[in-house]
């Protein structure tokens, strides 16, 4: 399906396509260079080709899968590939592709910052946005324009509107988790405008009154692999009222200020709007106060962390996450994925056992 | 306060002293008594005991540094030069970490936050360093409580996880500063960026040190950095001789000077001393081994649970690991650390570490050095406590045979806690690598 995709936006829009890496990038910049971005999370899975072998098993799956999918010709249809800074292994796995590998297309990346704001750091991300935007003139052969970046971010500040309602009215709306994730999911590799359309279709089905009737939990992690978690949430008698994950919620920008004139001053308030994250913060209690707040105003009954193996960061926060919901009487569920396609039989009675116990304690608002 | 300090200060110039040179008489008379036995080793290095003490100082002053005088703890790549003027007592968790794991103690240290729920899965070294806090009793008897936490990513960003959960802990100003990874060519403003971000450091150690930084200090720590960097860079270089006058397993333990007191006088003292007796010992033909067949690189930190004995089973085959990797990081600053320009030239220096650069780079110093160190094979450690230096090992051993046609072998394990080893497994893999060298 992708691949007939990314086959279209090349022919009918002259596009060119980037495989993303996880997790935080500048999607603006792309769209205003006409380049559509196809985000790589695994794919789970089996790896697809032998070459998973030559990154250790102790390495997360995103990557491992990733590595076997780029040399297996898994996406020998893309022009590019974009590595955000996202983690050792990601740092590890771009420089693979770029020095090692059977790769001949080209390769780029994004060094975001780590940490909160400061000073330092907002002068560095806005170089650090333009260093990208100059380099993708490899890729298309012309520059970024100010204007189309302008229109770029006006977009999708639309987009992330419609994804806040649509968070906000999660209870309104009367889709199964697995069918309002599947739409919501198609952010990862449509083009922006096709995408804020499948957003508009969902809106028009919030109703005035809440219909989800399960017990309603939040969910924190990377992606949500194998995805029938949800089918099992909703056969449990629950359904995610809020997101925390990597792949969804934690990358909604709460920043609907009107452009500045320097679009690339925009961009840095707006990528210091996102939710604290394990992969870039530096301040625990950010995090922590962030998911109880979440938890709190949606009335949330229990979290998942539904991690995936070996992944270093989110392994240091979730204890002390779990910990502090905890104490906050907020049951809490710890799981992890290796980009299974599907939930193990322990996994689900594990879920089962968790939905009954959220059932049974009080709401957290 | 006052007491605190009288304490300190008496440990740093008296008890210190006292207790290494009692150490040192004990173990001469410890010597006499004892037969000489048989070893495939060369005669043990004279500056073992200068190390000794100097280290054995070191944590003695950090038991009684807090309260004394402020405490930052810093990561190993961290430019802790920068915290010197400011009078800190500077603690190397990673350093403590390599001490208990060389006594075989991280399972036990880190137990207390793996009951928390922290996994196994995570760095050792972080782990230890966390389970630490949680226990009152270590090797080194207690690290001081830190005032600041200063980290840096340019060996990893691990640390970055690991040092945010300590400020929880602690409940103290943590520093982090942040360096772009080196993809090619490095670039303007990530030096740029890693100096403002020393600017704003200085805000943050002065607040807790409530010292002004006087630049004169600290241009001139930062040019005993460099002497120390270019004195650790030359005793490495003797490895060149043949036979190398020393082990890349007694690098790993002369390596801690230069991690924890690196830009001061002492430090530079004692790889002057350690140089000169290295180079005797070429003079002399003395190897660090009896009979050097056959010389190894060896990649990566090393398993500090195990290093005695990997040493005696590749010197009972006349193998010697005559570089390594690890040891050569902290010489690579030499040329880079200037006066003329403290603040760029610090960024840069940190930023260029082994650890923070492609896999082309990692490939290529390598390269130089087994060629440099005329080696005939090479050892991979793949260590589960440290993704940034494993991934990409098994392209880089396919690279060392194409290129250079060397023989290596990547062998899995961890640089701290010995249960992620397999043992008898992995004394079977090198008995056969170090066999097909004779074939």
Redesign the interface.
């Known amino acids: 399906m992708r691949n007939s995709y990314i086959e279209s936006q090349k022919a009918e829009h002259n596009r060119k396509v980037l495989a993303v890496l996880p997790i935080f990038y500048p999607k603006e910049i792309l769209t205003a260079m006409n380049i559509l971005a196809v985000e790589v999370w695994g794919p789970p899975g089996p790896p697809i080709s032998a070459d998973v ?4 098993t ?2 997360c799956p995103v ?1 491992r899968n990733a590595f076997a999918f780029f040399e297996g010709g898994g996406a020998d249809k893309v022009d590019g590939i974009l590595f955000p ?1 996202t ?3 990601i ?6 592709v ?3 590998s059977s790769w001949k297309k080209e390769v780029f ?1 994004f ?1 975001h ?3 909160e704001y ?4 907002a ?2 991300l806005k ?2 946005f333009t ?1 990208l935007a100059k380099n993708l003139e490899r890729l298309t052969g012309k520059p970024l324009e100010i204007e189309a970046l302008k229109d770029a971010i006006t977009l999708h500040q639309k987009i992330e509107a419609l994804q806040g309602k649509i968070a906000e009215n999660r209870p309104c709306i009367d889709m199964s988790d697995m069918e309002l994730y599947t739409v919501l999911r198609q952010g990862e590799y449509l083009w922006p405008e096709d995408y804020l359309a499948k957003l508009k279709e969902i809106e028009e089905k919030i109703e005035s009154a809440p219909v989800q009737k399960g017990i309603p939990i939040i969910v924190s992690g990377i992606v949500p692999e194998p995805m029938s978690i949800f089918e099992k949430l909703t056969e449990a008698g629950a359904y995610v009222i809020a997101d925390d994950y990597a792949a969804l919620g934690r990358r909604l920008i709460k920043h609907d200020e009107a452009v500045n004139s320097d679009p690339y001053e925009t961009m840095v308030k707006r990528y210091f709007s996102v939710a604290p994250c ?2 870039r ?5 950010l995090r922590r106060d962030h998911l109880l707040a979440l938890a709190k105003k949606t009335g949330a009954r229990g979290l998942i962390i539904h991690n995936i ?2 992944c ?2 989110e ?6 996450i ?2 502090h919901f905890q104490d906050n009487d907020i049951s809490v569920l ?1 799981m992890e994925s290796e980009l299974e396609t599907e939930l193990s039989g322990q996994t689900v009675t594990r879920l089962e056992a968790f939905v009954e116990m959220a059932s049974s304690s009080r709401s957290s608002k | 306060m006052i007491k605190r300090r009288v304490q300190y200060e008496l440990a740093k110039r008296v008890v210190g002293p006292f207790i290494t040179s009692l150490d040192q008489w004990k173990s001469k008379q410890r010597q006499k008594k004892r037969k000489p036995r048989a070893s495939e080793f060369g005669p043990p290095l004279q500056t073992i005991g200068k190390l000794k003490e100097i280290m054995t100082k070191h944590y003695l002053e950090g038991r009684y540094a807090d309260g004394a005088v402020p405490v930052a703890w810093v990561t190993s790549g961290f430019p802790s030069e920068i915290l010197r003027p400011f009078d800190f007592h500077v603690v190397y968790p990673e350093n403590h970490a390599a001490v208990c794991a060389a006594r075989k103690q991280v399972p036990q240290i880190s137990e207390p936050i793996e009951m ?4 196994r ?3 050792s070294y ?1 782990r230890t360093d966390m389970g630490n806090a949680l226990i009152t009793n270590t090797p080194v008897g207690r690290l001081p409580k830190p005032d600041l936490l200063c980290c840096c ?1 340019n060996i ?3 640390v ?6 300590l ?2 802990y602690y409940n103290v100003p ?1 520093i ?1 500063i ?1 360096t ?2 080196i ?1 090619g060519a490095m ?1 303007d ?2 030096i ?2 890693i100096s ?2 020393l ?2 450091l200085m805000v943050i150690a002065e607040r807790v040190s409530k010292k002004h930084i006087d630049r004169e200090v600290y241009t001139n720590i930062l040019n005993l950095a460099g002497e120390g960097c270019q004195l650790w860079g030359e005793c490495l270089e003797t490895g060149q001789a043949k036979p190398s006058p020393w082990t890349g397993f007694d690098t790993f333990f002369h390596i801690a000077p230069i991690v924890a007191i690196r830009g001061t006088e002492e430090c530079n003292a004692y790889y002057r001393m350690l140089r000169d007796e290295l180079k005797d010992r070429i003079s002399k033909g003395i190897g660090g081994i009896k009979n050097e067949q056959y010389r190894l690189l060896w990649d990566n930190l090393p398993m500090w649970f195990n290093v005695a004995e990997f040493a005696t089973m590749f010197a009972e085959k006349g193998f010697n690991f005559v570089c390594a990797t690890y040891s050569n990081a902290w010489a690579e600053a030499k040329d880079l650390l200037t006066p003329e320009d403290p603040f760029g030239s610090c960024a840069e220096a940190y930023a260029r570490v082994y650890l923070n650069r ?3 780079n ?2 290529e110093t390598m390269k130089e050095m087994a060629t440099a160190f005329d080696v005939d094979g090479a050892v991979l450690h ?1 260590d ?1 406590s440290c ?2 230096y ?6 880089v051993k396919r ?1 060392f045979a194409e290129d250079l046609g060397i023989k290596s072998i990547v062998l ?1 394990a961890d640089h701290g806690d010995q249960r992620l080893y397999s043992k008898e497994q992995g004394e079977t893999r090198l008995q056969a690598f170090m066999e097909s060298f004779s074939e």
């Open positions: 072998g030559r990154i250790q102790y390495v990557v800074h983690c050792d292994s740092q590890g796995l771009s420089g693979l770029a020095d090692f990346n060094v910052p780590k940490g400061r000073a330092s750091t002068k560095y170089k650090e260093d394990s992969t913060s530096a301040n625990m209690d193996k070996f270093e960061p392994m240091f926060d979730a204890p002390l779990r910990k710890y | 928390q729920g922290f996994s899965d995570l760095c972080a990513t990893c960003q691990t970055m996880y690991w040092y945010r959960w400020a929880d943590l982090l942040d772009p990874f993809y670039k403003h990530h740029e960026y403002d971000q600017e704003e492609d896999m082309k990692r490939l793949s589960r993704k940034p494993s991934v990409g090992q098994i392209d690279k899995e």
